[in-house]
Every structure is written in C-alpha cells, then in structure tokens.
C-alpha cells in the first residue's frame, strides 16, 4: 500500500527534526505516544513530541498523526462531491516552535496526506503542507533566508508552485479581523494531486526536507542576542495574535478539537505565555513599529 | 418606539454598574466611544468602558453596542426562517471582569436585545442574557450567593426560569474539547420573547440589575486575601481554558470578529496575561484539585 510509503515518510521526518531541534537546544524533547481506543469512532495512533522550558524553546511540540474513519467529514469533500462519506485516511507531521528569546522567530511546518477509499474504487489521495514564520523583531535577511529555502525546495516541481504557494500561504496566515498577516509568511499548500501520487508526494517530501535547513539557521544566528524585559513583553503581546489566528481560523486546529482529537496534542500550538492589551499601538521609530511598517506586509522575499 | 427604551436601560445599566466597579476598584475606567462610517454596511455606535492595571481588576471592560443592519444574519435566523434576509437591530452590555487576586473570581454578563424588522409588518423582538462566575479556587459560598441572586431576580417571572436558564448556562459554557464547564456557571438564555415584549424586557432588567448584587460581595470578601506567585501561577493556567472558550466556541465573540465588529472591544474578554502547560494536572488533595472535583461540575447552588 503506498500510503505505508507516506507513513515511514512522516515517522523518519518527525525524528530528523526533533534530533536537530534537541541538538539546538540541548534538552530531550518528552515522548507521548497515543492510541485509540478500538470503540472510539475515530481510529489511530500518534506519537507528540515537545519541550518546555528549553534552553532554546520556551514551549514547543512536532507531533504525528494517523487516523482512519468511516466517513470524510464535510469540510474535507467540499471541492469533491463524489467522495462525500467515504471512508478516509489522514495522516502527518505538524510543529510549533515558540522560541523564548524574542529575536527568534516562531515557526510552524505542517506536511500531510489525506486519503478517500471509496468501497470497490481506487482511493483518492491528496496532499498538503507548508511552513511559515513569525518574527517579534524582524531580520530581512531571515526571512529572505526561509522564502529562499521554500522557493528551492519547491523548485524541481515546476516554476509556479514557490509563487503560487507563497500567495495562497499569505492569504491563509491573515488575521481578518487584525487586518494583519501573522508573519513574514512561507508557503502553504492543500489539496494537491495535480502531479499525481508519486510527485505529488516527493513534493510534499521536499517541503518537510526543507524546514531544518529553513529555520535552524537563523534559530542559531539570533539565539544569543541579548533581550530585555520590553522585548519579552512586545513577544507575549504579539503571541496573543497566534492564539487569535489558531483558535479563530485555523482548520487543522478546529477540525482536531471539534472532532475529538487529542486536546493537548492540538495545543501544543499555544505559546507558554500570553499578553493581551487593549488597543496598544507601537510608538513611530521604534523597532516595534519596524515589524508591523516592514514585515507585517506581503513582500517578495525570496526574489 | 419601543426600543429606544431598551437603549436607555442598557445605557444606564452600563453606567451603574461601571459606577459600583470603578468605586471598588479605585481607579477610573477609561472611555472608548465609536460610531461605524456612514458607508459601512452595519450602522451603529457603542461605548467601551475598561480598565487595565486596576487595584482589584486586572483587566476588564463593559461595553454598549448599538448595530443595525439590512440583513439578519443568517446564525441569527436558523430557528426563524420567516425573517431570513429581514433589516435588523441588536444592541446589548457585554462584561467581562479579570481581577488581579486569584481568590476573586472572573465574570461575564451580557444582556441583549435583538430586532428583526420585516418591511411592511411588525417588528419581531427577542432578548437574551446571563451571568456566570469562574473560580480559580472556588468558594461554595460565594457559588450560593451568585446562584441565589441569579435564582432571586428570575422568580417573579416564573419559577420554571431559574432552572431552565441555569441548566443552559451550564450547556452553553461548556468546554467540549476538555469535557469541562467553564467555571460554577450562572444564568443563560437567548431568543426569549415568550412573555411578550414588556415582561420580557422586565426579565433581561432583573437579570441586568442582578448583576452588582450578585458579584460585588464576592470581590469584597476575597480582595484582600494574600496570594503567592503559586496562585497566581493557577490563575494563568486556568485562563488559557477561557480563551479556548471565548475564542472557539462563543457565538458573540465569533459573530462579532466575522461580522467586522471592533476587534479590541470583543477581545476585552481576553485576560492580561495566559500560559499554557502540557497535559497539567493538580495533586491529589491540593486547593487546585479542589476546583476540579468539587466546582467544576453542575451542581444545585442555589438550594
């Protein structure tokens, strides 16, 4: 079964990036593996990983999951009637990483497969996946870094896919009622078969492969820079927006609670800790206002 | 016309009850008025009132909003398809209190009253409202206190009401992703208008009224009660559940960021400062563990 490909894929990406971000950081990340149980109508298993009180990472987790059902929710057959209630399959690596010194970006990579098996049918299969980042005090040169990283990855795919899962990730990562990105953006991607199974997977592959080579750098080159209590405050601040755009708008995380997922598995995506102030504005030529005047805008990074 | 009665009740409710908190607190709540642009779709005006770095409230606000519009929404017309696409007007009070000391409890209050307006027939009027309190280290006395003064202000209008409103309090603030209620609960209830216009508008009144009565005493008893940094550490934790709430499952927050309500308004029932913890559970026979096994399940408070 192919899909058994997809599934070695995943369990090999999910340790390669947690020996690299352990190695950053210096602490072992916990374990926490998960079953269902054989009643429950959703089936699966899934392993978290996560930290706390890192060295490097104040809170952060990369977690597998597969899970088979009996029938596809709605939301997943919205563009492909023909599926509606199908049996269906889903599986993938998802990650987090809220960094404790507030010159290190935030981070988020997911690469996922999603199967319909029609009874007597071929199933169906799709992809997904992406990566974005958010910086609290923006460098061009990291996030020309990370667009640069995603534009190769995706490169051997076809010249359209960087730009056009540039647009679609920066259009997917907005907060609509901020009228504000949540970051500097990546690439995000959903639904795709377009290159049919076997390309359509070493393109998803490609993506995941890329998220070390994307991040660790710049987690290294800002690690150590000095921060004050204001800079600390300014992250708290802006990490209210992730929970905002996470609990409001994000799909993967609303599907999961709604669904029945596992609650602390989903959340590994909420920073440790959170400000929330009312109608607070950066001062005009601070670096504060830096972020919002030259980062929190769709830019061409990678050209 | 008889809405503009409901206008000026809630306007003074708003009023008294930022009189009795502000007088509490010691610190003046600031002012936020609004009015929506002419050109806008929804028309309408509102007043924030909140306060930051209180004595006693952390953070909090009391806001009037005032909308109308040439379309109900469609969530607000589910049980009515008779007004699908009718003009409308809702206006409401809207609290949300965080004190600083954990022994003092959070609190939410909302009255509102909704017009759906048919061209050529009569309005059709409905309120809505309710209170509920959310320990971070319960007390069962001031559980009773809250519960009798909900109980207390819905008698004269039928004793069936105390019972059905707090049983859908304890429905509507439930955390379904934690299997939780959200604290010791209060009083809900929404598209009322079975005892017509007047005596449904005297029932939200009562419920309004109610409201000082029934939280006031308790941030008198506990304000002054010493805390340590492992209390207010629970408290941070605890307030992550409401932000889950407020942000996933609340109607009103959600209507209201979709709608292109004012963002900093509806989040003022974010709280100042949130963490979140893997998978974190109290000691047996700790007061965290308390909250859990003795509050945080429906119980008969006011008998």
């Known amino acids: 079964m192919k899909t058994d490909d997809v599934r070695r894929y995943l369990l090999g990406l999910q340790q390669n990036i947690i020996g690299a971000l352990e190695a950053e950081d210096g602490h072992p ?16 298993d899934g392993f ?18 597969h899970v088979r059902g009996p029938t596809l929710p709605p939301s997943a057959t919205q563009h492909r009637p023909e599926l509606a209630g199908a049996p269906f399959e889903a599986m993938g690596v998802s990650l987090v990483m809220h960094p404790r010194n507030p010159w290190v970006p935030t981070v988020h990579m997911n690469v996922r ?8 049918k071929e199933p169906v299969v799709w992809f997904g996946g992406g990566m ?11 996030a020309q870094h990370f667009h640069r990283a995603c534009r190769d990855a995706l ?16 259009e997917y990562f907005f907060l609509k009622h901020r009228n504000e990105p949540r970051g500097v953006g990546g690439v995000f991607f959903d639904d795709f078969a377009e290159l049919g199974f076997d390309d359509s997977f070493a393109m998803m592959r490609a993506v995941g492969d890329a998220f070390v080579p994307a991040y660790l750098p710049i987690v290294q080159r800002r ?19 992730y929970v905002e755009f996470n ?11 709604q669904s029945g997922g596992r609650t602390e598995s989903i959340l590994m995506s909420m920073p440790p800790v959170v400000k929330w102030r ?7 030529g601070t670096p504060e206002a830096v972020l919002y005047s030259d980062f929190l805008r769709p830019r061409d990074w990678a050209a």
Request: aromatic letters at 18%; one cysteine or more; hydrophobic letters at 35%.
């Open 113 to 120: 497969m999603f199967a319909a098996l029609p009874e007597g």
């Open 132 to 142: 974005d980042l958010t910086p609290y005090y923006g460098f061009e040169e990291d």
């Open 278 to 284: 009312y109608n607070w504005q950066p001062e005009a």
């Open 247 to 257: 609990l409001v708008f994000d799909r993967g995380t609303l599907f999961g609670l």
């Open 48 to 65: 978290s990983r996560l930290v706390e009180e890192g060295a490097v990472f104040e809170r952060g987790g990369c977690n597998f999951s």
């Open 29 to 44: 990340f916990l374990t926490d593996g998960w079953v269902r149980a054989p009643e429950e109508r959703l089936q699966g």
């Open 223 to 241: 690690r150590a820079l000095p921060y004050s209590e204001r800079e600390r405050d300014f992250q708290a601040y802006r990490r209210g927006r």
């Open 155 to 170: 490169a051997p795919f076809g010249d359209d896919k960087y730009p056009r899962f540039k647009r679609w990730c920066d």
